[in-house]
């Protein structure tokens, strides 16, 4: 088995005409915290849409694990979601069930786990991120960084072996990003394979292992963490970087 | 600057409100009302309260003392208000009336059913099922183009008249059969409008945990759908026990062919006035509950706002 858990080649995806990737690869290895970077619009959502299969690609490959083609055209959508978790920039959690609820619900529904199999896991990832004396309340009484840590519960609830996270703090108050950022280390710490569409460039310095800079739908540089932030190459990342680090 | 006394957070228990509640430290208030101002409000409220009564008796005496200074005034209530003969035709109405709300019992599930399941079907995407999403489509289209009347005369006369073998020709029966299919259509369409209230995020987010499409729309998007749209179907409800008077022309004797029939015979209309009196005393209630809920979703939705 090698190391690789996803393998992107040459994937293309227009809206309208318009090509968002052009030709992109991306490899990822087991373990492994990718963080995407770049401007606005250059593609970073589409990208993780397209690997989790919310997004159907116009041309290349996605392979899972060596085994699963995401792209291809007769894959059933429903298992790369099963294996692939992502969380939104908006927390999206369904507002008419409860919080345990929310976690309970898909591996009840779709791994078919007993009633109390599944509260008894989510109680545990719930008590791990200390959410635990939120669960039977409803999602409009949390904060915003609670929402989206309890968005995080439920896509772990699934046991997922990537994790997408698209641009998870972007909507929150600065003083709840911490919070959130805390539960990715965690996660991160725990051997999650992760990749990461950020705008906290202090976070990935931090915990990246790879760092990709996307600009007009491929990755035009990637590296370490010191590498990128350090000593980028390309002049579009230099000014990338200066613009956002003043 | 006289006026309010700086709110100290402990004072003596008999001038200050203090309200604790479980999560706060027992004695710490978490709520606290300077008792000038508080009873300040209170004399206002009571004040407020008072003139608005004063204000509607005074609007009803004299819009009465006007109405019965006219000249047509003991005729008008010789004709509709009068007594003796709502006396002898009340209890006869209100017999009547359980038809109506017989009818009203059996469409009102009925049309809930019809108009789900085809506002589910207008949605469906695959291409097999694309005959069911045309059908529900004309349905909609021809149920809601034609007068709730004119379907209950073509129900109501144009079957029975078929006589067709092993066919109800029961009036109350296509009576209510039409009322369902033209209400069906409505309700339809209040549903859809519900789905599609719900916003894409949430089928996506649904979709990402693995959910089928299916389980998306059941467990995620229509208890979303339906919450959002009870207001308006509780307000087809109302209508419904209105139209339930519709059947009437095909002679079975509900509430308003009962007032028609006594009315007919002495030429005074009270039997109408009467008719009406029952209609409402059954519609103000659901009005109000529908206000109500209509209040608890809108706070609910504005805290939900803040959060
Ligand atoms: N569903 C869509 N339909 C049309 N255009 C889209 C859609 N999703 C994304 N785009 C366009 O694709 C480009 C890249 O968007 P996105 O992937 O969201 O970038 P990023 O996440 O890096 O800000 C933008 O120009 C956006 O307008
Ligand atoms: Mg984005």
């Given amino acids: ?5 996803l393998d992107i080649a040459g994937v293309w995806k227009a809206f309208e005409g318009n090509s968002v990737l052009r030709g992109l690869d991306l490899s990822v290895t087991r373990h492994e915290a990718v963080v995407l970077i770049g401007a606005s619009g250059s593609g970073k959502s589409t990208l993780l849409r397209c690997i989790n299969g919310l997004e159907t690609v116009d041309a290349g490959s996605i392979l899972l694990a060596g085994d699963l083609d995401v792209s291809a055209f007769k894959t059933d959508m429903d298992a790369v979601r099963r294996r692939i978790g992502i969380v939104f920039q908006s927390y ?5 069930m ?4 929310n976690v309970t619900l898909s591996p009840r529904k779709v791994l078919k786990r007993s009633a109390a199999d599944s509260k008894e896991q989510a109680m545990a990832l719930l008590e791990r991120f200390g ?28 046991e997922p072996e990537l994790m997408l996270f698209d641009e998870i703090t972007s909507a929150l108050d600065p003083l709840l990003v911490g919070e959130v950022l805390d539960t990715v280390r965690d996660l991160k710490a725990g051997g999650l394979t992760l990749i990461m569409a950020t705008h906290e460039m202090g976070f990935a310095r931090e915990v990246a292992d790879q760092v990709c800079f996307l600009d007009a739908g491929v990755v035009l540089e990637k590296g370490t963490p010191e590498a990128v932030f350090g000593s980028p190459q390309e002049a579009k990342t230099q000014e990338f970087l200066a613009r956002i680090l003043k | 600057m006289s006026g309010w006394p700086v709110p100290r957070r402990r004072t003596s228990r008999s001038n200050v409100t203090l309200v604790t509640s479980a999560t706060t430290a027992p004695g710490a208030p978490e709520v606290y009302f300077d008792p000038v101002r508080q009873a300040y409000r209170r004399k206002r409220a009571r004040r407020d309260a008072l003139v608005g009564m004063a204000s509607l008796l005074g609007f009803v005496l004299v819009v009465g003392f006007a109405i019965s200074r006219t000249s047509g005034w003991p005729l008008v209530q010789e004709t509709f208000f009068n007594g003796s003969e709502f006396i002898a035709t009340f209890p006869g109405l209100l017999d009547a009336f359980l038809l109506n709300v017989r009818i009203f019992l059996i469409a009102e599930p009925l049309i809930l059913i019809i108009g789900l399941l085809v506002a589910l079907a207008r949605d469906l995407r695959s291409p097999l099922l694309l005959p069911l999403r045309v059908v529900a489509t004309l349905y909609v289209d021809i149920f809601r183009g034609v007068p709730t009347i004119l379907v209950i005369f073509l129900l109501g006369f144009g079957v029975p008249a078929l006589q067709l073998q ?14 369902v299919l033209s209400y069906g259509a409505y309700v339809a369409e209040v549903f859809r409008a519900g789905i ?19 389980q998306t729309s059941r467990y995620v998007v229509l208890p979303q759908a339906v919450r959002n749209v009870i207001p308006p179907l509780l307000n087809d409800f109302i209508s419904l026990q209105k139209d339930t008077a519709l059947v009437s022309v095909l002679g079975p004797i509900e509430l308003l062919r009962q007032a028609q029939i006594d009315a007919s015979s002495t030429f005074n209309y009270t039997a109408y006035v009467g008719a009406a009196l029952i209609f409402i005393a059954l519609t103000i209630p659901m009005t109000r509950f529908a206000d109500w809920v209509q209040a608890r979703m809108r706070k609910r939705r504005s805290m939900a706002g803040t959060a």
């Fill in chain 1, 1 to 5: 088995m090698t190391n690789t858990l």
């Fill in chain 1, 92 to 96: 999206n959690l369904f507002p008419h």
């Fill in chain 1, 98 to 101: 409860t919080v345990l609820d």
């Fill in chain 1, 131 to 158: 959410l635990a004396g939120k669960a039977s309340d409803y999602p409009d009484r949390l904060s915003g960084g609670q929402a989206q840590r309890v968005a995080i519960v439920r896509a772990l609830a699934m």
């Fill in chain 2, 166 to 179: 092993g066919v109800p020709n029961n009036t109350v029966f296509w009576g209510t059969a039409a009322l």
């Fill in chain 2, 196 to 214: 599609g209230s719900v916003h894409s995020s949430q089928r996506m987010a649904a979709r990402s945990l693995g959910l089928t499409s299916l």
